[in-house]
């Protein structure tokens, strides 16, 4: 199809008004408001596409999924909440009524709600968590083709509604969208989109809609968003399930008297009585009343739900998803079941918590297990306490025997899961020590960003390599491989804008998008809890992401820290390397062409930056792959390295440098996706013959 216009598209002109003026009706700048929400999201089949024209066609099977969904839909679920936000973001979702068919309390409801960005105003549009170029942005009109389609005349003056398609324009390559935006000439405001992305996707296609009203005269606000989703990926006799969403925004009050301690940092807050309301409450906020089809959903599905214990299985996948396994009074730890790393080889172990059905206030456990390369047994226990509702003040207590890395660093907050990127250069440390550890560790939430770990430890480690401490330069004699430190430990995490949901018992976090930064002090002082080293030591790591429209996402890590006084091997700072040969597993936040071995530190600081250009760059249509190179630079020094015998070492004053160029997604499936990389080693640093300098990277990402 080609379409000539002659002269200028009268739709840019159009568009370059909206543009221009979306700042103004954008509702994210309004100071503040508020409005009540009722929203409905059912799963079902099109009956129609069963019945393939001939009814008497139809096999058995066909026939009798037909009589299934000609009487109900596969699910359902509501949610009625009252929402208040305040600039400049700043949200907070107060759920007052819940139901879901087949469950009692679903956590889940607040996802109706997260399918579609909030506003068609911002320059990415976000459907199903993938991010689009929106048409209605700056010099839009060289990435979309647009055609005025009709103009809708009014009575009423200065009231006049465009209607424009949009699609990318033929060779260029993004992340873009095809629809309708239906344009007042009211402030040049959307009173009316409907828009889907533009290429087909192999697991489910999804439609969105959002309608927009003039508000008191003054300001344009959605009042309806609508979403709809093709399962390409499921396939029920020969047909697909589609889930269709509707969200109503009513009582809508602009520039509305909200208190910024009314919003705290909880984003989406479930009611204790949410799931258990009457009929009268949500007949005062359904738009129209239930059909029979939706009264037989609820009906038959809550029977099914009941007798399969459906509340309970989604407690089990959420348990799952969090590392642990519910078997009843116990829960069964994931990460504790097996590991691999070079010291150490396969290790084989099993871990047990008691769960929430013994209590909500306590779980006490521990696990042990066995290392078939270093032919030693590891274990460890512990009990945690809730002191307060959500774990924002917490008490662990806890005693291990097992490994720790040499000169590695450790945040209070860390949790060590097996299929995270980042734990990647575990299975390449050599440098172990064995260490016997008893702490005490108190958990608490300073402030409404702020968390805190306070704690002491007592620690005797033992190096697991060929390594001794010199204590004296004058009496080189004086060598001991085995310490004790007492410690006291304060840890901050400040997460600037992190949101949480919550419900009568939980509590989980939705992330934040800007920096997170962490600060970690340790003191070790001779003789207490039979300490023998005096120190201070610093840590810090700061993380953040941003993307950047037809560029991509980048990411960066900050990580760095100090001691002041000599210490053994242990307690320093290896240079976070990542290779023991020319072919590993890519970690990011870790030097991809560094051995794990290769440099000691008391002062060090790296700076870590991927950019991952996604689809831009190549797409066709069975293989699409996302490109993105990386940089990565380390510094660091060691005042006294003769202290340290034995175990051969650089330090890293000169600066270390490498780079890299990732190809990720070049096989994917629903779970996974793989890919290669490949690092050159530059800088001071580097070797002399090239090929040394290479390492090439098996890029992994579990999508969980």
Same mark, same amino acid.
């Given at each position: 199809?080609?379409?000539?216009?002659?002269?200028?598209?009268?739709?840019?002109?159009?568009?370059?008004?909206?543009?221009?003026?979306?700042?103004?009706?954008?509702?994210?700048?309004?100071?503040?408001?508020?409005?009540?929400?009722?929203?409905?999201?059912?799963?079902?089949?099109?009956?129609?596409?069963?019945?393939?024209?001939?009814?008497?066609?139809?096999?058995?099977?066909?026939?009798?999924?037909?009589?299934?969904?000609?009487?109900?839909?596969?699910?359902?679920?509501?949610?009625?909440?009252?929402?208040?936000?305040?600039?400049?973001?700043?949200?907070?979702?107060?759920?007052?009524?819940?139901?879901?068919?087949?469950?009692?309390?679903?956590?889940?409801?607040?996802?109706?709600?997260?399918?579609?960005?909030?506003?068609?105003?911002?320059e990415l549009i976000s459907i199903a968590g993938a991010n689009y170029i929106n048409p209605v942005s700056p010099n839009s009109e060289n990435l979309y083709f647009f055609n005025l389609?009709?103009?809708?005349?009014?009575?009423?003056?200065?009231?006049?509604?465009?209607?424009?398609?949009?699609?990318?324009?033929?060779?260029?390559?993004?992340?873009?969208?095809?629809?309708?935006?239906?344009?007042?000439?009211?402030?040049?405001?959307?009173?009316?989109?409907?828009?889907?992305?533009?290429?087909?996707?192999?697991?489910?296609?999804?439609?969105?809609?959002?309608?927009?009203?003039?508000?008191?005269?003054?300001?344009?606000?959605?009042?309806?968003?609508?979403?709809?989703?093709?399962?390409?990926?499921?396939?029920?006799?020969?047909?697909?399930?589609?889930?269709?969403?509707?969200?109503?925004?009513?009582?809508?009050?602009?520039?509305?008297?909200?208190?910024?301690?009314?919003?705290?940092?909880?984003?989406?807050?479930?009611?204790?009585?949410?799931?258990?309301?009457? %009929?009268? !409450?949500?007949?005062?906020? +359904?738009?129209?009343? &239930? #059909? /029979? @089809?939706?009264?037989?959903? *609820?009906?038959?599905?809550?029977?099914?739900?009941?007798?399969?214990?459906?509340?309970?299985?989604?407690?089990?996948?959420?348990?799952?998803?969090?590392?642990?396994?519910?078997?009843?009074?116990?829960?069964?730890?994931?990460?504790?079941?097996?590991?691999?790393?070079?010291?150490?080889?396969?290790?084989?172990?099993?871990?047990?918590?008691?769960?929430?059905?013994?209590?909500?206030?306590?779980?006490?456990?521990?696990?042990?297990?066995?290392?078939?390369?270093?032919?030693?047994?590891?274990?460890?226990? %512990?009990? !945690?306490?809730?002191?307060? +509702?959500?774990?924002? &003040? #917490? /008490? @662990?207590?806890?005693?291990? *025997?097992?490994?720790?890395?040499?000169?590695?660093?450790?945040?209070?907050?860390?949790?060590?899961?097996?299929?995270?990127?980042?734990?990647?250069?575990?299975?390449?440390?050599?440098?172990?020590?064995?260490?016997?550890?008893?702490?005490?560790?108190?958990?608490?939430?300073?402030?409404?960003?702020?968390?805190?770990?306070?704690?002491?430890?007592?620690?005797?480690?033992?190096?697991?390599?060929?390594?001794?401490?010199?204590?004296?330069?004058?009496?080189?004699?004086?060598?001991?491989?085995?310490?004790?430190?007492?410690?006291?430990?304060?840890?901050?995490?400040?997460?600037?804008?992190?949101?949480?949901?919550?419900?009568?018992t939980q509590q989980a976090s939705l992330g934040t998008k800007f920096p997170v930064l962490w600060v970690q002090y340790t003191n070790s002082t001779a003789g207490f809890l039979d300490?023998?080293?005096?120190?201070?030591?610093?840590?810090?790591?700061?993380?953040?992401?941003?993307?950047?429209?037809?560029?991509?996402?980048?990411?960066?890590?900050?990580?760095?820290?100090?001691?002041?006084?000599?210490?053994?091997?242990?307690?320093?700072?290896?240079?976070?390397?990542?290779?023991?040969?020319?072919?590993?597993?890519?970690?990011?936040?870790?030097?991809?062409?560094?051995?794990?071995?290769?440099?000691?530190?008391?002062?060090?600081?790296?700076?870590?930056?991927?950019?991952?250009?996604?689809?831009?760059?190549?797409?066709?249509?069975?293989?699409?792959?996302?490109?993105?190179?990386?940089?990565?630079?380390?510094?660091?020094?060691?005042?006294?390295?003769?202290?340290?015998?034995?175990?051969?070492?650089?330090?890293?004053?000169?600066?270390?440098?490498?780079?890299?160029?990732?190809?990720?997604?070049?096989?994917?499936?629903?779970?996974?996706?793989?890919?290669?990389?490949?690092?050159?080693?530059?800088?001071?640093?580097?070797?002399?013959?090239?090929?040394?300098?290479?390492?090439?990277?098996?890029?992994?990402?579990?999508?969980?």
């Open positions: 199809e080609v379409l000539i216009i002659a002269g200028e598209n009268p739709a840019h002109r159009i568009i370059r008004n909206a543009v221009e003026n979306r700042k103004l009706n954008n509702p994210r700048n309004i100071s503040s408001y508020s409005f009540n929400s009722y929203d409905k999201m059912i799963f079902t089949i099109n009956a129609d596409s069963l019945r393939h024209g001939d009814t008497m066609a139809l096999d058995s099977a066909d026939l009798k999924l037909l009589k299934v969904i000609e009487n109900q839909h596969l699910f359902m679920m509501e949610s009625v909440s009252e929402h208040k936000y305040l600039f400049p973001d700043r949200s907070h979702d107060k759920i007052i009524a819940t139901r879901a068919s087949g469950f009692k309390d679903p956590l889940f409801i607040f996802l109706i709600t997260q399918m579609q960005s909030a506003s068609f105003y911002d389609e009709d103009t809708i005349y009014s009575d009423q003056p200065n009231d006049s509604t465009f209607v424009i398609s949009f699609r990318p324009r033929p060779g260029k390559n993004f992340d873009g969208m095809k629809g309708l935006l239906y344009i007042s000439n009211n402030l040049w405001a959307i009173k009316n989109v409907i828009a889907a992305p533009a290429r087909t996707n192999e697991s489910f296609e999804m439609r969105i809609q959002q309608m927009y009203e003039f508000i008191d005269g003054k300001q344009w606000f959605p009042v309806q968003l609508n979403t709809e989703i093709t399962f390409n990926n499921i396939n029920l006799n020969k047909t697909r399930p589609v889930g269709i969403g509707k969200s109503y925004r009513r009582d809508i009050v602009l520039d509305a008297e909200i208190i910024g301690k009314d919003i705290a940092n909880i984003a989406v807050e479930i009611t204790p009585t949410a799931g258990r309301q009457a %009929d009268t !409450l949500w007949n005062q906020y +359904r738009i129209d009343s &239930l #059909t /029979l @089809r939706e009264i037989n959903t *609820y009906r038959i599905v809550d029977s099914v739900g009941k007798a399969n214990s459906f509340d309970n299985r989604m407690k089990g996948l959420a348990a799952m998803m969090s590392g642990k396994v519910p078997l009843g009074y116990l829960d069964l730890d994931l990460n504790r079941l097996m590991r691999y790393n070079t010291y150490e080889g396969f290790y084989l172990g099993i871990g047990l918590h008691t769960s929430e059905r013994v209590s909500r206030f306590y779980s006490v456990g521990g696990y042990v297990g066995y290392g078939f390369k270093d032919k030693d047994f590891k274990y460890g226990t %512990d009990l !945690l306490l809730r002191l307060q +509702r959500y774990e924002n &003040l #917490t /008490l @662990r207590l806890k005693y291990a *025997y097992d490994l720790e890395e040499s000169g590695g660093t450790n945040f209070f907050d860390d949790v060590i899961t097996v299929l995270h990127p980042e734990n990647y250069r575990r299975f390449y440390l050599t440098r172990m020590d064995r260490s016997e550890t008893v702490e005490a560790m108190v958990g608490f939430r300073v402030f409404r960003y702020l968390k805190a770990g306070l704690g002491i430890t007592r620690s005797h480690k033992k190096a697991a390599f060929d390594y001794a401490y010199q204590q004296n330069e004058d009496d080189p004699a004086v060598l001991t491989s085995e310490h004790t430190f007492g410690k006291l430990i304060l840890g901050l995490k400040f997460a600037w804008g992190e949101k949480f949901i919550r419900n009568a300490g023998q080293f005096d120190y201070n030591r610093f840590d810090a790591k700061l993380k953040f992401s941003f993307i950047t429209r037809l560029v991509g996402k980048t990411d960066v890590q900050l990580t760095g820290g100090f001691i002041d006084n000599p210490a053994p091997y242990s307690e320093l700072f290896n240079g976070h390397g990542s290779r023991t040969s020319t072919f590993s597993v890519y970690s990011p936040g870790a030097f991809a062409t560094m051995r794990t071995d290769e440099f000691l530190n008391d002062r060090f600081a790296a700076i870590f930056i991927t950019h991952n250009f996604g689809k831009l760059l190549f797409r066709s249509e069975f293989f699409e792959p996302e490109l993105g190179f990386a940089f990565n630079a380390g510094f660091g020094s060691l005042e006294e390295p003769w202290r340290h015998r034995f175990a051969t070492f650089k330090t890293m004053e000169k600066g270390y440098y490498e780079s890299g160029i990732l190809v990720s997604n070049i096989l994917k499936s629903a779970f996974s996706a793989l890919g290669l990389g490949l690092f050159y080693r530059s800088g001071p640093y580097s070797f002399d013959d090239f090929e040394k300098n290479l390492t090439l990277k098996l890029t992994l990402n579990f999508k969980l």
